[in-house]
């Protein structure tokens, strides 16, 4: 009896053991098989605009350095966009433009660059705000002092407004103020050449 007693129990326990181990209706019978995670849906590549840098603005200010990579008595930069173009008045002196800078031309004498001069196309100016057709009052707000002298072709008020150190052999500036008041060139440079009135005399 006792036996059968412990029979009874051993298979009791053998059944609840069974069930505790069995899979809950529809679950699967074996565990999937070990390994990673599923892999999670990638995210979409960031989209990298990639644009190239804009050009670095051309410098549109003149001073008695001179402009751009051109500077008053040097030589002409080799890989620069200064050149001469069309006919020349000697050989001694040569003008160079550059198409990056309208309406402005350069003098060059003894291979260096002696005088820059901006005229009425060009959008170039000096630092502190004068370029072409500025007017005469301006230019003295700025520059006080300058020698006034008659303008060769034109009648009063044109006239030509120096640096007072021009003759000092440093770099200088010229204006040419024309009929109306107004600034027709800007001339930076070198003495004798700041002061040619038709390019190279």
């Known amino acids: 009896m006792r036996n059968q007693l412990l029979s009874a ?25 070990a390994g990673d995670p599923a892999p999670q849906a990638a995210a979409p590549p960031a989209i990298t605009q990639t644009t190239d840098p804009a050009p670095a603005a051309l410098p549109k200010v003149l001073g008695l350095e001179g402009l751009g990579d051109l500077r008053i008595g040097q030589p002409v930069p080799p890989a ?7 006919a020349q008045e000697s050989d001694a002196c040569r003008t ?27 959008d170039v100016k000096l630092a502190e705000g004068i370029g072409a057709g500025a007017s005469e009052a301006d230019v003295k707000q700025w520059f006080a002092g300058f020698r006034e002298t ?3 072709y034109e009648a009063a008020p044109a006239k030509y407004l120096t640096a007072p150190n021009a003759d000092s052999g440093d770099s200088a500036l010229r204006f040419e103020i024309g009929g109306d008041g107004k600034v027709k060139l800007i001339h930076v440079g070198m ?7 038709e390019g190279c005399s």
């Open 150 to 152: 008659p303008h060769k």
């Open 96 to 122: 160079i433009t550059s198409p990056d800078y309208p309406g402005v031309y350069a003098i060059v004498e003894g291979g260096k660059v002696q005088r820059i001069t901006v005229g009425q196309r060009s």
């Open 191 to 197: 003495m004798p050449v700041l002061g040619y009135v």
């Open 9 to 33: 129990t051993s298979a009791l326990v053998l059944s609840l053991a069974l069930a505790a181990c069995s899979p809950a209706p529809g679950e699967p019978a074996t565990p999937p098989p």
């Open 80 to 86: 620069s966009t200064w050149a001469e173009r069309g």
